[in-house]
T-cell receptor, first 112, second 114 residues
Framework: QKEVEQNSGPLSVPEGAIASLNCTYS??????FFWYRQYSGKSPELIMF????GDKEDGRFTAQLNKASQYVSLLIRDSQPSDSATYLC????????????FGSGTRLSIRP | EADIYQTPRYLVIGTGKKITLECSQT?????MYWYQQDPGMELHLIHY???????EKGDLSSESTVSRIRTEHFPLTLESARPSHTSQYLC?????????????FGPGTRLTVL
């Protein structure tokens, strides 16, 4: 079992709809959760992070964390074609020496 | 804005050559990482460092080596390049001392070994 699991997709969503990306993790000691966006041929860039249970909103993006279910998700409202990319979920344990563990990513395609 | 640089951005080289991929950051970050990523595939951690004179191998076996003589500089060296080394190499850095800090990525080096 991988430490961080994501559906590889592709996830196809019509423009203007809500895109929902999901991620599960195996280590209950995980403390920090990140969502990165990676355009084809580019390097990953951080779009959201979340540490506490519940929702965190930033513009069109909402990250949701449920530590009891070991589940983190990213919602993208009013999806735009420019949101088409691979989204990487990343998880970190509660130690300063911990490495970030990346999921394999979900490919999102926004169709006009 | 993260200041992390990689050179060269693109490199085409013949089999058997020695190459060094450069990575520098100006943020004073303690932690630095090298990832290998094939197109459309997941990131694989190949080396990391938590400070000067500290280097560790990552999860993916690699024939490359790294050094960390200065905080800002984390070069990756391939002694003898092979076609199987063709890939994208991404460098990242992270502020130390906390479990809540994110990684910042450089623009990457796309390596092709003929």
């Amino acid at each position: 079992q991988k430490e961080v699991e994501q559906n590889s997709g592709p996830l196809s969503v019509p423009e203007g709809a809500i895109a929902s990306l999901n991620c599960t993790y195996s280590d209950r000691g995980s403390q920090s959760f990140f969502w990165y966006r990676q355009y084809s041929g580019k390097s990953p860039e951080l779009i959201m992070f979340i540490y506490s249970n519940g929702d965190k909103e930033d513009g069109r993006f909402t990250a949701q964390l449920n530590k009891a279910s070991q589940y983190v998700s990213l919602l993208i409202r009013d999806s735009q074609p420019s949101d088409s990319a691979t989204y990487l979920c990343a998880v970190k344990k509660g130690s300063s020496a911990s490495k970030i563990i990346f999921g394999s990513g979900t490919r999102l395609s926004i169709r006009p | 804005e993260a200041d992390i640089y990689q050179t060269p951005r693109y490199l085409v080289i013949g089999t058997g050559k020695k190459i060094t991929l450069e990575c520098s950051q100006t943020m004073g970050h303690d932690k630095m990482y090298w990832y290998q990523q094939d197109p459309g595939m997941e990131l694989h951690l190949i080396h990391y460092s938590y400070g000067v004179n500290s280097t560790e191998k990552g999860d993916l076996s690699s024939e490359s080596t790294v050094s960390r003589i200065r905080t800002e500089h984390f070069p990756l060296t391939l002694e003898s390049a092979r076609p199987s080394h063709t890939s994208q190499y991404l460098c990242a850095s992270e502020k130390g001392k906390s479990s809540y800090n994110e990684q910042f990525f450089g623009p990457g080096t796309r390596l092709t070994v003929l």
